[in-house]
């Protein structure tokens, strides 16, 4: 039950965060001048405002989706079949940290940006 509570957590708060770093853009665009730090979408958002909601929306949540995905093909896989994919599993929690850290980091600053 722990590991199955862990494989759905993470993803969520990606999920999350992925959403309010959007949000906080959203507003920090809207009403405040800002603009979008991300130099391969800033343009987008500028722009084109639903575009940007459905890139940075859908890639939040696909990234979301698939590191799921992965967390549950290694926890399934059996010892003898997939042994490696059990030790990667570390790999994979720190890449998650990794992405959950640069989000808040991003929520953050907009944030920042939003209230300063």
């Known amino acids: 039950m722990a ?3 862990a494989a759905k957590t993470t993803p969520s708060l990606l999920a ?12 920090g665009i ?6 979008e730090g991300n130099p391969f979408i800033a343009t987008i958002a500028s722009t084109n405002l639903v575009a ?6 859908g890639t ?8 799921y995905q992965v967390e ?4 399934e896989a059996k010892d003898g079949e997939n042994g490696k994919l059990k ?4 790999l994979l929690r720190g890449v998650q940290l990794t992405a959950l850290i640069a989000l808040l ?9 939003i209230l300063l």
Request: aromatic share 16%.
């Open 72 to 75: 549950r093909i290694v926890r």
């Open 52 to 57: 940007f909601t459905v890139l940075k929306l």
């Open 3 to 5: 590991n199955t509570l």
């Open 30 to 35: 809207a009403y405040f001048g800002a603009i």
């Open 16 to 27: 999350l965060m992925g959403s309010l770093d959007w949000l906080t853009t959203i507003i």
């Open 87 to 90: 030790g990667r599993l570390h």
């Open 105 to 113: 980091y991003a929520v953050l600053n907009n944030m920042a940006v």
């Open 60 to 67: 939040a949540f696909l990234v979301a989706f698939l590191f």
